[in-house]
């Protein structure tokens, strides 16, 4: 009873149980009012998401049911996606709790029944997809989806494509009915849908149709697109089903992987009345159409006849077609091990006066003749790309049937096998702007004349050709309209020329030159390429084109290419580049050169990237990041990659690096993982991130008085500023250099100063540290031998100070017995050390001892005791052992330490 009376212990025991649920819920990710609960293993809906959100995704869960009165607090719920969970079935009021839903996802479920109250208030669905269940309907379930726009009833083992019996679901446009078990569909099936004036797109895909009574689309009549994939329609059968279509409004029929050998004249026949506008017979596997089998589509704009088996295309394959425009025929003709190579006779596109768009890919025929392509008036685009015709040589005559195609503006001849190109062997072909020549095997010494007639030429692409290519000061001579032109992987590797054969090129603005093993260029390679914008050299050898050791200096090869914006030059084994090698590239935004050996670069090379975005150094040398080197470059930098390099972690090298990595908005991937140290040991192997700036700190002062002084000649001011904050180090090292200069301790000064000595060692220590002390230190003392301890030696009545003072002047060594808690006692970093330390510099005494008890970093011991372990001899600093064996050892040390000389050496 005292929990409860107690309201601290009931708000206590409340957020206890609540917890738990909450760090739960909140795994959801709401963005921009879409909440994303899927693959979290729930049971319920979240009840924590914000009130206003529209999209809810609970899909891929456990939910077994969805309770309209989880979903009340969501008011504003307009789509709800609850697929791949175990709903068996669409609870009534669901409509009610989301006023707003239009789009409902219920696929991948067990929802069985479906009956007229589950959707009975859902006026505003306008999507429902119940895919993959095992639907029974009940009466009339769909009869107050009145708005519905899209119905999705595929894989539900529905054994007829009847979903209701009274007219309904009037603003319907397109029912999925695919993967069913349908196999008839009777006359009465779609007089559901008579009223549905928007219905256009009709999807039966993979279902076991045997039979189509008469007049079965005549409810649907104003229907558009047909999708028959996967059905296994025999010719007869297809026949019959295009009858039945003549009275619709069919534009769209796709009868994919329907197991069509062969197209006879009559197949289609049904078809004549429908505007039919695209046909897709792809994957059919068909061997033989017969001449008109096509005459019954003159408005038909695309025809789809790839992965077939044809044999033969003739004059009257495409007969009728007068108005097809894209003709896709990849894979349609193809070679097997037993049978011959197919063949395309002459004008057998001839009927194709509209044809714009003719895609050959991967074909297989027995040549091309002069007349194969003739009569193709409005042909844009020729796509051969890898076919298999035999065509070694491109001969003037070759395309001289294109002549009759004014229009055509690409072609695609990649991978044909081609060997070499004649005197005008595109001479017919005066307004093409792309020519595709990659992955061929083109061996011959360009001279020009192969390209002569190609007046309007803007993309040439001859890539990929075995390095077998050779050009001349006059390869281009006929084409100073390009603006790209890929050479990748084509050319021998020898590109210096004089003159250039690019020379002629002015308006061209993408040159490729990679992968072509180049050694040797010119330093005007590039000369007059004004409007160069992307320049590609990755995978060459050009590292000695940019050595200050090459005969003639370095080859400034992008002296002329002013507005360059892109430029790779990966994996070209480049160890240096010139200081000058950027100059007046002040438009680069992306340049890499991945992949080299660089690992020093100058100060000034980058200074002219001032519109840089993008830089990508990673896999070469580069062990420092230096400020004066990429301040410039890395200004407005988007995107970064310098990853792979064997960087050393040290101050020098990496501070200025590190700082700008944890600053910068810069994408930089994989910071934490691919920028790895290599140099020094203790940052091996690990990642620059982990690099400690606080290790810089004790160069700090160094680096200032290295900078004071060399100032000093500037002004006095900076004599004062020295003086004043380094001014005990100046003397220190003052002292040490007087007294190695001169030597003024002889002898009798020695007498004298050891005769004044009453104590072996003044010991300062910590409070904490007393026991140590006790134990460790005094049983050393003997008649000749006494340390000066301030609780056992200090004169009663005298001053803290002068006692202080006075017994460090009569000890001959000083012992600091170093622990943490010495560092921070303020007594001792207030008064002593800093007395400790005056008197050595004054007497010019090598006086103190540290005994260390623990390990303390060396700036820690500067910031607290003015000390550095550079100060002392090796011998004056020792380390307490933490084992007992090697404790005479510490005792050995400690006594050649006290009686070492005094004398700095």
Not at 2 to 14: D, K, S, V
Not at 331 to 339: G, I, P, R
Not at 457 to 478: C, D, G, H, V
């Amino acid at each position: 009873m005292a929990i409860w009376t107690n309201p601290l212990l009931l708000l206590y025991l409340c957020m206890w149980i609540l917890l738990p649920c909450q760090t739960y819920i909140s795994k959801c990710r709401v963005m921009q009012r879409k909440a994303d609960c899927s693959h979290m293993n729930l049971n319920t809906i979240p009840q924590d998401l914000p009130e206003d959100i529209r999209v809810l995704d609970v899909s891929h869960n456990r939910l077994v049911e969805l309770k309209p009165l989880s979903l009340t607090r969501y008011r504003s719920l307009e789509q709800l996606d609850a697929s791949s969970n175990s709903l068996k079935g669409v609870p009534a009021g669901l409509c009610q709790a989301t006023p707003e839903l239009w789009r409902l996802t219920l696929c991948h479920n067990e929802v069985h029944l479906l009956q007229v109250r589950d959707l009975r208030n859902c006026t505003r669905l306008t999507h429902i997809d119940l895919s993959d269940n095992r639907l029974k309907l009940i009466g009339e379930p769909f009869l107050g989806t009145e708005n519905l726009v899209w119905l999705d009833v595929s894989r539900n083992k529905l054994t007829t494509a009847c979903l209701g019996l009274r007219p309904q679901l009037p603003s319907l446009e397109t029912l999925i009915l695919a993967g069913n078990d349908i196999t008839e569909i009777k006359k009465d099936d779609f007089n559901f849908l008579n009223k549905s004036l928007s219905f256009r797109m009709l999807i039966l895909s993979y279902l076991p149709l045997k039979k189509v009574d008469h007049g079965c689309f005549k409810p649907i009549s104003k229907l558009q697109d047909l999708v028959l994939d996967g059905c296994k329609l025999n010719s007869m059968f297809l026949s019959r089903l295009c009858e039945e279509l003549s009275d619709t409004l069919l534009r769209n029929l796709s009868v994919r992987n329907t197991q069509q050998v062969m197209l006879t004249h009559s197949t289609f026949k049904g078809l004549e009345k429908t505007n039919l506008t695209i046909l897709d017979l792809s994957n059919n596997n068909m061997a033989r159409i017969t001449d008109g089998t096509f005459e019954w589509f003159p408005v038909l704009e695309y025809l789809s006849l790839e992965q077939n088996n044809l044999k033969l295309l003739t004059n009257g394959t495409f007969f009728g077609l007068r108005s097809l425009k894209k003709l896709n025929l990849h894979l349609a003709l193809t070679k097997t091990h037993s049978s011959a190579l197919p063949v395309i006779d002459d004008f057998s596109f001839q009927p194709l006066v509209q044809l714009e768009y003719l895609y050959m890919e991967k074909t297989s025929f027995r040549e091309i003749t002069e007349n194969i392509f003739y009569g193709l008036p409005c042909l844009k685009e020729l796509n051969l790309g890898w076919s298999n015709t035999g065509l070694k040589a491109i001969s003037n005559t070759t395309f001289a049937a294109l002549k009759g195609s004014p229009l055509l503006q690409t072609l695609n001849l990649t991978g044909m096998g081609i060997k070499s190109l004649g005197p005008g062997a595109f001479s017919n072909l005066g307004n093409l702007k792309i020519l595709v020549l990659s992955h061929n095997f083109i061996y011959q010494r360009l001279m020009g004349e192969e390209f002569q007639g190609l007046n309007n030429i803007k993309e040439m692409y001859i890539s990929y050709n075995q390095q077998m290519i050779t050009l001349t000061s006059t390869s281009f001579i006929y084409v100073p309209t390009l603006t790209a032109l890929m050479l990748g992987h084509a050319l021998t590797a020898n590109l210096d020329i004089e003159p250039s054969p690019f020379q002629f090129l002015i308006n061209l603005t993408m040159l490729d030159l990679s992968n072509n093993n180049i050694a040797n260029i010119k330093n005007g390679l590039l000369d007059g390429l004004h409007h160069l914008s992307v320049l590609k050299l990755q995978h060459n050898n050009l590292a000695r084109v940019w050595k200050n050791a090459n005969p003639g200096g370095p080859v400034l090869f992008l002296r002329d290419t002013r507005n360059l914006t892109v430029l790779e030059m990966d994996y070209n084994g480049l160890d240096e580049i010139p200081t000058l090698a950027f100059q007046g590239l002040s438009q680069l935004k992306y340049l890499s050169m991945s992949g080299n050996l660089l690992n020093f670069l100058h100060a000034s090379i980058f200074n002219d990237l001032r519109s840089l975005l993008v830089l990508r150094m990673q896999k070469n040398l580069l062990t420092s990041v230096q400020r004066e080197t990429f301040r410039v470059p890395l200004s407005n930098l988007t995107e970064l990659f310098m990853d792979h390099n064997p960087f050393d972690c040290t101050c020098d090298s990496m501070l200025w690096f590190h700082t700008w990595l944890n600053t910068t908005n810069t994408s930089i991937s994989d910071r934490d993982k691919s920028y790895i140290c290599n140099t020094p040991s203790v940052y091996f192997n690990h990642s620059v991130m982990d690099f400690n700036p606080e290790s810089c700190k004790d160069m700090v002062p160094f680096q200032a008085l290295y900078a004071i002084t060399s100032t000093l000649v500037l002004s006095l001011m900076m004599i004062a500023f020295l003086v004043h904050y380094q001014g005990w180090r100046i003397q220190f090292y003052w002292n040490i250099l007087i007294n190695r200069t001169i030597d003024v301790s002889d002898s009798r000064y020695k007498r004298m100063a050891e005769c004044r000595y009453k104590y072996k060692a003044y010991i300062v220590h910590a409070q904490k540290d007393k026991l140590w002390v006790e134990r460790s230190l005094l049983p050393l003392e003997d008649n000749t031998f006494r340390f000066f301890l301030e609780d056992r030696d200090a004169m009663p009545g005298c001053s803290t100070l002068e006692t202080i003072v006075d017994n460090m002047r009569m000890s001959r060594k000083i012992i600091f017995v170093v622990t943490e808690a010495l560092l921070n006692d303020p007594w001792c970093r207030q008064f002593k050390a800093h007395h400790a330390l005056y008197q050595v510099m004054e007497d010019n005494r090598d006086s103190l001892v540290l005994i260390f008890l623990e390990d303390v970093a060396e700036y820690r011991l500067t910031q607290s005791l003015m000390l550095r372990k550079g100060m002392l001899k090796r011998r004056c600093m020792i380390q307490w052992p933490l084992q007992r064996e090697r404790i005479p050892a510490f005792r050995q040390k400690l006594q050649l330490a006290l009686g070492s000389s005094n004398r700095i050496s």
